[in-house]
């Protein structure tokens, strides 16, 4: 098991900047590929980065990419995500996620199993 605690989260205007951070605790972080999820009310839970074990290689969105930056640091057992150019459409609860299994591949966004407790976002217009 892990466990996933995330901050950062708040208010801000659009065109503004937020950074969230998540701490990993439970397993070998750095053999696990990490991911950012949002939801917002009455919309799906969607995937807005996902980061490699090593963190050389990210996957985006089209919704978010140029915007959103996925970083983590293995030594401190946590992943970032840098969100700018904020838009009111990027209001919702974001969890930090990690999959059941190392690697990194075409499947990695459906093997996402374990979720932090959640942060709001909103962003005014």
């Known amino acids: 098991q892990v466990q996933l605690v995330e901050s950062g989260g708040g208010v801000v205007q659009a065109g503004g900047s937020l950074r969230l951070s998540c701490a990993a605790f439970?397993?070998?972080?750095?053999?696990?590929?990490m991911g950012w999820f949002r939801q917002a009310p009455g919309k799906e839970r969607e995937c807005v980065a996902a980061i490699n074990p090593s963190g050389g290689n990210a996957y985006y969105p089209d919704s978010v990419k140029d915007r959103f930056t996925i970083t983590r640091d293995n030594f401190k057992s946590s992943v970032y995500l840098q969100m700018t150019s904020l838009k009111p459409e990027d209001t919702a609860v974001y969890y930090c996620?990690?999959?059941?299994?190392?690697?990194w591949g075409p499947g990695v966004l459906d093997d996402f199993a374990f979720w932090g407790q959640g942060t709001q976002v909103t962003v005014s217009s």
């Open positions: 439970g397993r070998t972080f750095s053999s696990y590929a």
């Open positions: 996620a990690a999959p059941r299994t190392t690697g």
